[in-house]
């Protein structure tokens, strides 16, 4: 469970029933006197507040408890409602959406529960409902800076970073030091390709102390760097400082090393990626990693794949692009959604979402699969029409549009059950520099496999394992797009592209790098350039410092 509350309102919560809707200067619950045999409704507010104590003493589940005890009595409560939707921020998302949603449905006009719902569908990528609710909040508050920026990132996530631009503009006029609104705007730019105005951005909020790691980490994907920058100096005299928190030396140290990387320092690189990829760590469990992997190949079985043949719907619109982070998936994607046919929608996580609702998901107390063993056609289809339709919300018109969530690698039985006659691309790459790519890159939640060069070396091992069973079973189905291959020979692999979308060639396709729009990944500096050979064979570079991880390759390595 989660002990967040958001920065902007945590403050109205201290002894309130309800955060406020209209009211600027909410009653705390001390001016209401206490009757003897307190109201229901005064109960429920000690309660209430008990558990936002509890919450900020991390004492989760006896705060989770209390909320249920109020739901109990007095069903619907929307202060309940929320601060259950908190705690299970990051721990449950969907569950999290479904409490804020709740309480938003109980309280339409409260800016802080559409803001809340709104940020919640922004963490499960689900950018189309996450711009719905978090225009209401600016709307019900037009000066409420958090709705403001996350409806930026929301715009600027959704290929949209020009509409991202005024809502940060507006959010910076109302509090210039606000840590979301200057790093923010600065994303934005970056993502479309504008990186001195970037940068200017972020030196002004690097100068006024304002979100300082953030500032750095992104200053340090803005470009490759091939002279030493006054920034570097700065970053190292930031980790000087003892006072600074283990997340934003963990960003610091991962800015260094990405400088430094670029600057040819690799022993200093690595001894930084290494101090802030320690920082960044958070337990993985490999050996459920492989039970996963097990459950996946135990259910699409050749024969299960044979029996659904005729399942799903025959839409060719979906493009899947996939294969592990780093791989070459982002500039995969922008070749393809160069041609005027093709729209890249980016990183999805709605498959992965309706796969866990039908039981692929190892929780406990589920039958791993039985409900796709025993899906109907009308189910399928159902499923299929349910994805499609998500995808519309990112091109009414475009005859192909892409999906690059890379672990959807994870989904391709699904994928091919659902659209049997869907594109899959999958992206590979020399398994050393894929790896180390993974652990020099600051990648978000769900990749902690990444943070410990041994126990990377063993998730790509499964993944490996899972992407032969999947090329066993579908024999012919997926194109392979090498990395290395396309670095050779940009316009030899980009024609096997197109030409596997049943396109015809478009010389927009070698251009790449002048593709309009916004980028929306870690790749962002990289693929607004032309294709470099640098990044092959990377790995030599480290050689002697990433032992761990070659050993855990074993025949993988190619050395």
């Known amino acids: 469970m989660n002990n967040r509350l958001p920065p902007a309102w945590s403050k109205h919560l201290k002894g309130l029933s309800t955060p406020p809707a209209k009211q600027p200067q909410p009653k705390p619950l001390q001016a209401r006197p206490l009757q003897s045999t307190p109201s229901r409704a005064q109960a429920d507010d000690l309660l209430l507040r008990q558990a936002l104590e509890l919450q900020k003493a991390e004492r989760l589940p006896e705060a989770e408890e209390l909320c249920h005890r109020v739901l109990a009595r007095t069903p619907e409560h929307p202060l309940a409602l929320y601060i259950l939707g908190t705690l299970g921020l990051g721990v449950d998302n969907e569950l999290a959406i479904k409490f804020f949603a709740r309480a938003a449905a109980r309280e339409p006009r409260n800016p802080y529960y559409r803001l809340s719902l709104g940020e919640a569908y922004l963490k499960v990528n689900?950018?189309?409902?996450?711009?719905?609710?978090?225009?209401?909040?600016?709307?019900?508050?037009?000066?409420?800076?958090?709705?403001?920026?996350?409806?930026?990132?929301?715009?600027?996530?959704?290929d949209k970073a020009e509409m991202a631009l005024p809502l940060y503009e507006k959010a910076l006029k109302i509090d210039r030091n606000h840590p979301l609104a200057g790093v923010g705007l600065a994303n934005a730019l970056i993502g479309l390709g504008r990186m001195d105005e970037?940068?200017?951005?972020?030196?002004?909020?690097?100068?006024?102390?304002?979100?300082?790691?953030?500032?750095?980490?992104?200053?340090?994907?803005?470009?490759?760097?091939?002279?030493?920058?006054?920034?570097?100096?700065?970053?190292?005299?930031?980790?000087?400082?003892?006072?600074?928190?283990?997340?934003?030396?963990?960003?610091?140290?991962?800015?260094?090393?990405?400088?430094?990387?670029?600057?040819?320092?690799?022993?200093?690189?690595?001894d930084h990626f290494l101090k802030g990829k320690a920082l960044k760590a958070r337990e993985f469990d490999i050996d459920f990693y492989r039970k996963r992997v097990d459950s996946l190949i135990g259910v699409f079985d050749a024969q299960?794949?044979?029996?659904?043949?005729?399942?799903?719907?025959?839409?060719?619109?979906p493009v899947f692009i996939l294969g592990m982070p780093r791989s070459g998936t982002t500039l995969t994607e922008q070749i393809c959604s160069s041609h005027p046919e093709v729209h890249g929608a980016g990183e999805l996580t709605k498959l992965g979402r309706m796969a866990a609702s039908i039981g692929l998901s190892l929780r406990a107390g589920e039958s791993f699969g039985e409900w796709v063993r025993s899906m109907t056609i009308p189910q399928s289809q159902a499923l299929a029409e349910e994805y499609l339709s998500y995808?519309?919300?990112?091109?009414?018109?475009?005859?192909?549009?892409?999906?690059?969530?890379?672990?959807?690698?994870?989904?391709?039985?699904?994928?091919?059950?659902?659209?049997?006659?869907?594109?899959?691309?999958?992206?590979?790459?020399?398994?050393?520099?894929?790896?180390?790519?993974?652990?020099?890159?600051?990648?978000?939640?769900?990749?902690?496999?990444?943070?410990?060069?041994?126990?990377?070396?063993?998730?790509?091992?499964?993944y490996d394992r899972l992407m032969r069973h999947w090329n066993t079973v579908l024999p012919g189905r997926i194109f392979e797009n090498g990395y290395e291959d396309l670095i050779s020979d940009q316009?030899?692999?980009?024609?096997?592209?197109?030409?596997?979308?049943?396109?015809?060639?478009?010389?927009?396709?070698?251009?790449?790098?002048?593709?309009?729009?916004?980028?929306?990944?870690?790749?962002?500096?990289?693929?607004?350039?032309?294709?470099?050979k640098s990044s092959v064979k990377h790995w030599k570079n480290y050689e002697g410092r990433i032992q761990p991880l070659i050993e855990a390759l074993g025949d993988l390595a190619e050395l």
């Not at 689900?126 to 715009?155: M, T």
């Not at 030493?228 to 980790?239: A, C, D, R, S, V």
Request: net charge negative.
């Open 126 to 158: 689900d950018h189309p409902l996450a711009i719905q609710h978090l225009q209401r909040a600016c709307e019900l508050k037009p000066d409420l800076v958090e709705a403001l920026c996350r409806l930026g990132e929301a715009y600027g996530r959704f």
């Open 198 to 270: 970037a940068t200017t951005y972020l030196n002004e909020a690097i100068a006024g102390r304002v979100n300082v790691s953030a500032g750095y980490i992104a200053f340090a994907n803005t470009r490759k760097f091939s002279a030493e920058t006054p920034e570097l100096g700065q970053i190292l005299n930031e980790l000087g400082d003892s006072a600074i928190s283990s997340g934003e030396s963990s960003l610091l140290h991962l800015a260094a090393g990405k400088i430094l990387n670029d600057l040819g320092r690799y022993d200093q690189a690595m």
């Open 304 to 317: 299960l794949l044979a029996d659904k043949a005729a399942y799903g719907n025959p839409s060719e619109v």
């Open 391 to 462: 995808l519309r919300h990112y091109s009414a018109n475009a005859p192909y549009i892409v999906d690059k969530l890379p672990h959807n690698f994870e989904l391709v039985g699904l994928i091919a059950i659902l659209f049997p006659n869907a594109r899959i691309i999958h992206c590979r790459r020399d398994a050393i520099d894929n790896c180390l790519s993974c652990f020099f890159s600051n990648l978000q939640e769900g990749h902690n496999f990444s943070c410990d060069l041994e126990t990377l070396g063993l998730y790509y091992r499964e």
């Open 491 to 532: 316009e030899r692999q980009s024609r096997r592209l197109i030409d596997h979308l049943g396109l015809p060639w478009n010389d927009a396709c070698l251009r790449f790098f002048d593709k309009a729009g916004s980028v929306r990944t870690i790749s962002r500096w990289q693929v607004r350039q032309p294709i470099y």
